[in-house]
């Protein structure tokens, strides 16, 4: 079975301040790990996703995450956050390869606010 | 990326009715189509997972005579609430796949049931 928890339901930065959004997860299989943005009301935008490449992951819109296996971690970081950053922000898990790819374990979501 | 289109984006219904919800794959061919549901202010949680041409296979605590899943083509995946009751009011995302990709999002269904 997998899980994923995302540390701070909510998380508030000053505009230009450093992004950082936890994620830790749990998979007796070799993970494939995703970020997602989710705006009100809206489907979900992929940030970033990790597939067993590269270890740090850069996304969309600056984001980026880095895969560390022996925390099994993948917090997602911004240098500096915009207004236009404030959303809602999920965390997931996939089984790797073949028809279970896809199928997605998600977090529990963090909200970032972001202030002037 | 590849694009999924989910109509209607909201609809309201009386409870004790029927309510379809479409996704459609509008550039690739989606072998394998995903439901979720979410609730106010929480995660999306997996409802079922629906192979073109089989039977859809439900998460456990998902009742599959109420929420009808169909994928008979390999661009479209319908999902029906049967009997709706307001407890059935959520946010429903449906996501597309083919073999070996990842998922896309559709733009999700919000269902209001009065």
Redo the contacts between chains.
């Keep these: 079975a997998q899980s994923v928890t995302q540390l701070g339901s909510h998380v508030s930065v000053s505009e230009g301040a450093l992004v950082l959004l936890r994620c830790n997860y749990s998979s007796s299989v070799p993970p494939?790990l995703?970020w997602?943005v989710q705006y009100p009301?809206?489907?979900?935008?992929?940030l970033l996703?990790y597939t067993s490449a590269a270890t740090l992951v850069k996304g969309i819109n600056g984001f980026e995450a880095e895969f560390k296996k022996s925390e099994t971690s993948f917090h997602l970081t911004k240098p500096s956050a915009h207004m236009s950053d404030a959303a809602e922000y999920?965390c997931a898990v996939?089984d790797s390869?073949?028809?279970s790819?896809?199928?997605?374990?998600?977090?529990?979501?963090t909200i970032l606010t972001v202030h002037p | 990326?590849a694009v999924v289109s989910?109509h209607p984006s909201?609809v309201i219904c009386k409870s004790g009715t029927s309510v379809k919800i479409e996704c459609r794959s509008l550039d690739f061919q989606a072998?394998?189509m995903?439901w979720y549901r979410q609730f106010p202010k929480?995660?999306?949680?997996?409802m079922a997972?629906s192979?073109e041409g089989s039977k859809a296979t439900y998460e456990q605590g998902v009742e599959k005579d109420k929420f009808l899943i169909n994928h008979a083509s390999l661009t479209l995946s319908t999902l029906t609430v049967t009997s709706a009751h307001p407890e059935d009011s959520s946010?429903y995302?449906c996501?597309a796949?083919a073999?070996?990709?990842?998922?896309?999002?559709?733009?999700?269904t919000?269902l209001t049931v009065v």
């Design positions: 494939y995703f997602y009301n809206q489907g979900l935008q992929l996703k999920f996939s390869g073949g028809t790819y896809g199928k997605l374990t998600f977090g529990q979501g | 990326g989910q909201w072998t394998t995903f929480q995660s999306l949680m997996l997972t192979n946010f995302i996501s796949k073999y070996s990709t990842e998922a896309f999002f559709g733009q999700g919000r």
